[in-house]
């Protein structure tokens, strides 16, 4: 059964940063294509961004050129780093593996201004 477990979200400044994590556990991490998402209050889930098993990189386009996604296959570990967050980056970020319904509960963000 796969599992994903994401971590280090938390109360932030506006202008600062936080790496999130996502711990993958029963499956072969290595091969699956790894997605981001976030929830605003009242709004869509949408993508922040995927990295594929080779560690290509595609993002959304609220997140292009404010994100960075990267993995460790050998800890079945994705990460996202944000940097300069504003206020309107408060939201719940899921982990996915892409092509499945396997979502993580999330981490909450929120951002101060």
């Known amino acids: 059964q796969v599992q994903l477990v994401e971590s280090g979200g938390g109360l932030v400044q506006a202008g600062g940063s936080l790496r999130l994590s996502c711990a993958a556990s029963?499956?072969?991490?290595?091969?699956?294509?790894m997605g981001w998402y976030r929830q605003a209050p009242g709004k869509q889930r949408e993508l922040v961004g995927i990295?594929?098993?080779?560690?290509?990189?595609t993002y959304g386009v609220s997140a292009k050129d404010r994100f960075t996604i990267s993995r460790d296959n050998a800890k079945n570990t994705v990460y996202q780093e944000m940097s300069s967050r504003k206020p309107e980056d408060t939201a719940v970020y899921y982990c996915?593996?892409?092509?499945?319904?396997?979502w993580g509960k999330g981490t909450q963000v929120t951002v101060s201004s």
């Open positions: 996915r593996v892409c092509g499945t319904n396997h």
């Open positions: 990295i594929t098993s080779g560690g290509r990189t």
């Open positions: 029963g499956s072969t991490f290595s091969v699956n294509v």
